[in-house]
């Protein structure tokens, strides 16, 4: 039997298929064999007597403390792919919810609760226009990271007839997730934001990620593209993306990671970290880190699915 602490982000009844291990929320188990968290940070963490990996249930491992970690000896763990898909389906409604008016629409029709049944039609037909939006088939998408999201996100696009431009500032592309040949291949990140009309970051929060898209990045976009981030907030610089959106720069840009200063902008659509929120993916994550853990405290091995 093996003990595993757990955070209270983890549906621990999801984890009854691996019976030798023994499930404890938080400090509850004091000498635990492995670590299963999602998003609690263990940066202040004193490692416990015994601990040997710790395994995190999502794709970015900013809220543990890997170097040190690998100072002690200790395995960390992500889910790599686990939550793609997710993430892939939050992005595709990120693109048409900055592309259509879709939310400028909804909040026009949600005020209209007095107007008769017999006003209705003629006032939609006259005010439609002010929601016009430009369709995603035949634009080109940037794909910034080429990892299990990256290539979902790509191969998404692709279905829906956009045309794919990606690039990764740490592995080449043809090393990248199972990526479709198809999705063009750009030398640099400047060559990729010229050519975008979309721009969707999937990078982890590392140092040399920090501020990727600041002012100097953004003087190579295309006039009026519009910007994604479902990566982490540490990746795009807020004062200068705010630059670009108040010069018409950026069109639009949607985060995953809102500050005060974004909020109610009607070229900003602002999501509480969602990318990852769905029943399936938070069970994905959690059994695929529950079983890293296993294998790893039992039989040593190391694997990344
Ligand atoms: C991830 O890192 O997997 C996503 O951002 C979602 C999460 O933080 O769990």
Redesign the pocket.
Known sequence: MYKIRTYNTIAVEGLDQFPRAQYEVGSEIAQPDGILL??ATLHDLTFPTGLKAIA?????VN?VPVERCTESGIVVF??PGA?ANA?KELVMAGLLLSSRGIYAGLSYTAGLSEVTAEDMGPLLEAEKKHFKGQELMGKTLGVVGLGAIGSSVANMALGMGMKVIGYDPAISIDAAWRLPNQVQKAENLQQLLSRSDYISLHVPAIEATKNLINSTSLASIKDGAKLLN???ESIVNTADALVALNTGKLSAYVT?FPSPELINRPDVIALP?L???TRE?EDN?AIMGARQLIEFIEHGNIRNS
Not at 56 to 60: D, K, L
């Open positions: 999602r998003s995190r249930a999502g794709a970015g809220n992500n889910s939550n993430v479902f990566a982490r995953d970290h990318g990852a929120s993916a994550c």
